[in-house]
């Protein structure tokens, strides 16, 4: 094969915005995507909104987003962890975020309309990830990108401070079935685009010990890595922590991979919420705002076996958020203890001092329980009485390559690979190496797959 310009590995938001920048500078691009076609997009399919830099109020969003607000957010959110210069170029160039998507053909949802809640810092895209990956494909296609699927790219061969070539393994079902077609290609510049680690168990389990068994991936299988560790073996240099995972809270039934955003339990503030042993470990109503449903997702994962269970009774199910699958229903709890496997004497202990201790506080806010209940919280008495099964859902890891200002790979010393570039999750712990911002990674994937591509075209001219 005739080597590509640029070679952009991965076919998410970030490689998708990679490809398309790439091509309108002029440049010759092939992208590789690993997944068949039908699964292409990773985790960016998942996704729903996006968080962007604006002065004023519009059709997507009410007020204004200034850039010290935003800075201040993500200076809280991350505890004064993300880089400085790489967190004002995001936040700068958020701004043409929506602008640069319409341009591309993907629809955004218009303030107010449908169920989405209504933000000053986030809009929504119209249909969803999936919707914005089937429109990026098609203007990528539009503009002349080869685009293979089923394409892996695997190791990345360095000399000095330049890639010198790139394997790809294609699964060629045509004219092999079966079997895989290897090659190594030397494009001028190459925008790694391929995601995090965490589909790939093996890593999980080396960097997160066996409580990782307990976890559901709630995103793409595709995240396996190998091209994050191999140039880390390399010499690459790496941010974040690997031992450090986004998790939410998922219903313990959702499917092991890809189960998407609908998988997700938020109704904590209604009930009470025990481990298998019918223990409260945790303050149910000290977190009402959106994200709490990822602080239970790290409660979660030290819980034993990395389950527990929300216990609701009829008025706390029926002002709970819409849940995928229907919960374990019983008329008394005795009979969820049964349905649960929870050992039914301790959780009816539990349940009897929760309920005593709703009763002797009249105003309902922090009645004296260890550990204590915060917020509004009511005798749960009604039945039926409702649970859901939950876990840890794991989202991304807050590992990946260190880029510089022109999303270059850095090698150890710091010094920057000049045709090797990186855009999305891969770099994200760069601005984001521990806590989160709704909307961030998509930002993230979209400003920095910009940027990688603009610039590993203008080195595929040079
Ligand atoms: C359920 C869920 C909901 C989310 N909701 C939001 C949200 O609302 N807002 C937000 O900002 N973020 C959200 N996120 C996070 C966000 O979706 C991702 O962080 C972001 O989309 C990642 O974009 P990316 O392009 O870096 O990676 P991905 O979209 O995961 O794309 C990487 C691609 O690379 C491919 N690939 C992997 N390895 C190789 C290889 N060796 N060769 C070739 N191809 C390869 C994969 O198949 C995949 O298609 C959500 C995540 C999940 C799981």
């Known amino acids: ?46 996704a729903r909104n996006f968080r962007f830099c604006h002065d004023r109020p519009s059709a997507l969003v009410a007020g204004s987003y200034p850039a010290d607000v935003f800075a201040d ?31 591309a053909g993907v ?8 169920r989405l809640p209504v933000s000053s810092k986030t809009a929504f895209l119209l249909g969803g990830g999936q919707a914005m990956v089937n429109a990026l494909y098609a203007c990528a296609e ?31 079902q045509a004219t092999h079935p079966g ?79 890809d189960g998407g955003i609908v998988t997700r339990i938020r109704g904590m503030p209604l009930g009470l919420v025990v481990d298998r042993e019918g223990r409260r470990r945790h303050d149910e109503g000290a977190d009402q705002g959106s994200t709490r449903y990822a602080l239970w997702g790290q ?64 105003s309902l806010h922090s009645p004296p329980l260890d550990p204590p209940r915060t917020g509004p919280a009511a005798v749960l008495e009604t039945p039926p009485f409702a649970a859901y099964p939950m876990r840890p ?3 991304f890891s807050y590992h990946g390559l260190a880029v510089d200002a022109r999303a270059r790979v850095r090698l150890a010393s710091g010094e920057p690979i000049g045709n090797l570039f990186a855009a999305g999750t891969l770099m994200a712990p760069n601005l984001c190496p521990q806590g989160y911002l709704s909307g961030l990674m998509l930002t993230i994937g979209l400003v920095f797959g910009c940027l990688a591509g603009e610039e590993a075209a203008h080195v595929a001219r040079a």
């Open 1 to 46: 094969m005739k080597a590509p310009g640029v070679l952009v590995v991965g076919g998410g938001i970030a490689g998708l915005c990679a490809a398309i920048s790439a091509r309108r500078a002029g440049a010759r691009v092939l992208l590789v995507e690993s997944a068949p076609r039908w699964r292409r997009g990773g985790n960016s399919r998942h």
């Open 73 to 103: 957010d993500l200076a809280r959110a991350t505890a004064g962890g993300a880089d400085a210069a790489l967190s004002r170029l995001l936040i700068e160039r958020s701004r043409a975020a929506p602008q640069w998507l319409r341009d």
């Open 107 to 114: 629809a955004l949802q218009a303030l107010g309309r449908g």
């Open 142 to 172: 539009g503009l002349g990108v080869e685009i293979r699927y089923g394409c892996a790219a695997g190791q990345a061969r360095l000399s000095g401070n330049r890639l010198v070539g790139i394997d790809l393994r294609s699964a060629c």
């Open 179 to 257: 079997q895989q077609l290897a090659e190594t290609v030397a494009p001028d510049a190459v925008v790694l685009a391929c995601g995090g680690a965490q589909g790939n168990a093996h890593w999980l389990r080396q960097h997160c010990g066996e409580r990782v068994e307990g976890f559901i991936n709630r995103g793409t299988p595709d995240a396996r890595g190998d091209i994050l560790i191999e140039l880390l073996a390399a010499g690459a240099q790496a941010v974040g922590d690997p031992g450090r995972l986004y998790l939410v809270a998922v219903d313990a039934r959702s499917p092991a991979e």
């Open 299 to 362: 409660r979660l994962a030290d819980y034993p076996g990395q389950i527990g269970y929300l216990l609701l009774d009829a008025k706390g199910l029926n002002a709970a958020p819409a849940a995928l699958y229907p919960p374990l229903i019983a008329p008394d709890v005795q009979g969820l203890a049964r349905q649960t496997g929870i050992n039914a004497d301790a959780l009816e202990s539990t349940w009897l001092a929760y309920n005593a201790a709703m009763r002797a506080c009249p």
């Open 393 to 395: 859902g794991l989202t």
